[in-house]
């Protein structure tokens, strides 16, 4: 590495810093301004360093073209200098963002705003890597930018721990749907099916001869027939996996209305089966969300809607009720976990709310 200023490419930034240094002394007559020149001009080349071994920096020009990069620049791009140098950014762009994400942050820097965000990016060998961005405009003196630095520390190692994370919650959630309904089956079809059988010899028993005994026994079985059943349809209703989303979420509705005491309103234009783990994507949502209606919003009434569209299905779960505001400090993980199912299949889930102004839970999946 080379003493601090002396780096053997144009730095663009605080290029003169060195120059300038050497000549204060046969420039400045005043000794007390001359020392405080030569002290912040020095201060200004030591941060310059500081960054430049600190980050990924790159300066370009109000167009885009890059006029600076650092080692570190070129180390994690696998780009040379002179190969970068006059390109734009396209050069590592890993394609990955939309057209509404470039959009917004040209306008966002344009309009002379600092813009941060994360950014995925490709380098010269096809790799991949994540980077956290701060991109800060420099402005002339009527307020337009004439060049934008960017500052970028690598962020990679933490992506991947995220995606591992959300393939190990998704797993989670599959293993959880699995043994709902493999407790759900063995509650309806094992110990449901003998408590019948024994339902049928009482009835063989007092046939003939009425025994109150034996039909207040009767009463208590039939009353635990019932709540076997109940307790197997919440684990998971047979009529999801035998029938789909629909019939299944129209039979939720019948019993929370019931439970509740609140009308749900449902529309639906599906007619297609989807894939089971949206389909259980989405009546998880819409039980979830009906429920903390039923529990907080205080209404007595409530909107479903799935709606079909040519590329997506959308849902919508609306409330007039208290609405809530959202606190990353609460210990609830209901939200969090609405939202991490529909990230597990592709999906997108929106939640807004506000004290007094309801609650609208949007579901957009890819069919």
């Keep these: 590495m080379n003493n601090r200023g002396q780096r053997p490419y144009p730095q663009v930034i605080g290029q003169n810093a060195a120059d300038l240094l050497s000549q ?12 405080k020149l030569k ?18 920096v790159a300066v370009t020009d109000r167009k885009g073209t ?4 650092n080692d570190t620049f070129c180390n994690i791009s696998k ?17 990955y963002h939309g057209k509404a994400f470039m959009k917004d942050l040209w306008q966002t820097i344009g309009a002379g705003k600092v813009w941060r965000g994360e950014i995925k990016n490709r380098a010269k060998d096809g790799t991949y890597y994540w980077v956290y961005t701060t991109i800060v405009p420099f402005l002339d003196e009527s307020g337009r930018p004439y060049q934008y630095l960017a500052i970028r520390n690598e962020v990679t190692p933490l992506k991947k721990a995220e995606e591992e994370l959300k393939m190990m919650m998704n ?3 599959q293993i959880q749907e699995e043994e709902r309904k493999r407790f759900s089956r063995e509650l309806h079809d094992g110990i449901g099916q003998s408590l019948f059988a024994l339902l049928i010899q009482l009835d063989q028993l007092t046939a003939s001869s009425p025994v109150p005994e034996l039909e207040k026994l009767r009463r208590s079985v039939s009353n635990i027939m019932a709540d076997v059943r109940s307790l197997a ?5 047979s009529v999801l996996d035998d029938l789909g989303v629909v019939p299944a979420i129209r039979s939720y509705l019948d019993n929370y209305s019931q439970h509740y005491g609140v009308r749900v309103g449902f529309e639906c234009n599906l007619r297609t089966r989807l ?4 389909e259980t994507t989405i009546y998880r949502i819409i039980q979830e969300a009906l429920t903390n209606t039923g529990k907080y919003a205080d209404v007595m009434e409530a909107q479903v809607a799935v709606r079909e569209t040519e590329t997506n299905v959308e849902v919508s779960i609306i409330d007039n009720g208290k609405g809530f505001t ?27 709310s506000s004290p007094g102004s309801g609650t609208f839970v949007t579901l957009i999946l890819p069919k």
């Design 326 to 352: 959202r606190s990353h400090q609460t210990k609830g993980v209901g939200l969090f976990s609405m939202e991490e199912r529909a990230r597990g299949v592709g999906g997108r889930l929106d939640i807004e």
């Design 233 to 237: 349809w919440e684990l998971r209703p």
């Design 66 to 69: 890059i006029k600076y990069v």
């Design 79 to 95: 780009y040379s200098r002179e190969e970068l140098l006059g390109k734009d950014h396209r050069i590592i762009n890993s394609g």
């Design 275 to 278: 894939d089971v783990h949206k």
């Design 39 to 56: 002290h912040s001009l020095q201060e200004f080349a030591d941060l310059k360093f500081a960054l430049d071994e600190s980050a990924i």
């Design 171 to 173: 797993r989670v959630m």
């Design 24 to 35: 204060l002394e046969g420039r400045i007559s005043n000794p007390e301004l001359q020392e």
